[in-house]
Structure formats: C-alpha cells, structure tokens
Antibody, heavy 127, light 110 residues
Framework: QVQLQESGPGLVKPSETLSLTCAVS?????????WGWIRQPPGKGLEWIGS???????YYNPSLKSRVAISVDTSRNQFSLRLSSVTAADTAVFYC????????????????????WGQGTLVIVSS | QSALTQPASVSGSPGQSITISCTGT?????????VSWYQQHPGKAPKLMIY???KRPSGVSNRFSGSKSGNTASLTISGLQAEDEADYYC??????????FGGGTKLTVL
C-alpha cells in the first residue's frame, strides 16, 4: 500500500523559505509515476503547486514558478518542496501526492491526476 | 492558468441524484480526456473518485459517475447518502502539461 507523509515546520516567518518533505513508503519513487505538491488555504480550495518525475521532468504552477523548487532524494525515497519569500497568503495545508503520468500520444508529459495523497500538514506564515 | 468553474454548492435528499458541473476551456477540460474528481470531508485529505473523465478507482462506489461534453465535465452521484456530504473538486490536465483545479462544490445532503 502506497503511503505518503508530509513533515516540516508548522510556522514560518514572512519573507523566509518554507521547506517540507514527503516520505514515501510502499513504492519506490524511482520506479515511476510523477510525484507532486498541492496546497489548500484554510477554508479555500485546492491549488496544484508542481510535479516531478524521478528522471528530471518537472512542471510548476505558473503562478508560483518563480518561488518554487521541488527536489528528490531517491536514496531516502522522499521528495521536498521549497517555497521562497512567503507571505501570509501562503498559509495553507500542504499535501503531497502520487500522479499517474501521460504515456500516450493524447497528452504531452506531466502527471494526470492524484491517486494517493498524504494526510497534509498545516503551515502558518506569521511573525 | 484560470481555475475551473464549479457551482459553490449543491444539495439533494437521500436517494436522489445530483450533478456537479466543472467548466473549463479547450486548453484543459475540452482538449483532453483527463478530468478527475475528488471528495474531501472536513479535516481530511482529498480522495480520488473519478479519473480520465469517467473511470472509477477500485473501491469507489458505482453510485459515482463522470462524463464530459465540450468544455464541461460533470460528476453525478446517484442514490445520495448522508456520507456523500462533502466538498468535491474537479481537476484537469492542461495544454501546458500542468494541472488545474476547480474552486470546489459543497454538497449538502438534506
């Protein structure tokens, strides 16, 4: 059974960098699939942040692209999110997830949907 | 990329059927058969209910079904049950190889 678990500081100061890690068990990141991050501000909807494939393909939400970086540590079977220059508007529950990927001519790279999710972790941006 | 458009709320009585719409553009919903739907109960992580417009993951009740016409996708829940009360989100693959969510719909079972 695939399981994902987010971890990281629950409080980050404005202008600093938010860093989270997603530990994966039950499946090797190197074996395939895209992996990604989604966030949800309190009381609001879901927002896709970005996704990556272990071989290097990475896609980011255009609205966050300048501040986001996703990296992977295959030896630990985990991946990380860094979001820089945070403000109160970045306060949210952050989820990590696995994404089946495009493997036909009907699409052109990237993950297609989220089949396994972590439980989520709340990050508050406040001084 | 703009969020997909969903109604803010829908409601129905037990046993009835409801449909939630999800409207995008030819660059997302209309251009690809990669629309997915998620159910989220309060304080919980979203759960995949429908993928590839109309496919159900193993374990999801056949009371949930999906369809698409043009730039609008739909989620239908038949035989409404109290446990179906939740927030529902659609998502679509886009022409930029990115993903976009709808704003979410709150389903109330009367």
């Amino acid at each position: 059974q695939v399981q994902l678990q987010e971890s990281g500081p629950g409080l980050v100061k404005p202008s600093e960098t938010l860093s989270l890690t997603c530990a994966v068990s039950g499946y090797s990141i190197s074996s395939g699939y895209y992996w990604g991050w989604i966030r949800q501000p309190p009381g609001k909807g879901l927002e896709w942040i970005g996704s990556f494939f272990h071989s290097g393909s990475t896609y980011y939400n255009p609205s966050l692209k300048s501040r986001v970086a996703i990296s992977v540590d295959t030896s630990r079977n985990q991946f990380s999110l860094r979001l820089s220059s945070v403000t109160a508007a970045d306060t949210a529950v952050f989820y990590c997830a696995r994404l089946p990927h495009c493997d036909t001519s009907s699409c052109h790279g990237g993950g297609l949907y989220f089949d396994y999710w972590g439980q989520g972790t709340l990050v508050i941006v406040s001084s | 990329q703009s969020a997909l458009t969903q109604p803010a709320s829908v409601s129905g009585s037990p046993g009835q059927s409801i449909t939630i719409s999800c409207t995008g553009t030819s660059n997302d919903v209309g251009g690809y058969n990669y629309v997915s739907w998620y159910q989220q109960h309060p304080g919980k992580a979203p759960k995949l209910m429908i993928y590839d417009v109309s496919k159900r993951p193993s374990g999801v009740s056949n009371r949930f079904s999906g369809s698409k016409s043009g730039n609008t996708a739909s989620l239908t829940i038949s035989g409404l049950q109290a446990e179906d009360e939740a927030d529902y989100y659609c998502s679509s693959y886009t022409s930029s190889s990115t993903l976009v969510f709808g704003g979410g719909t709150k389903l109330t079972v009367l």
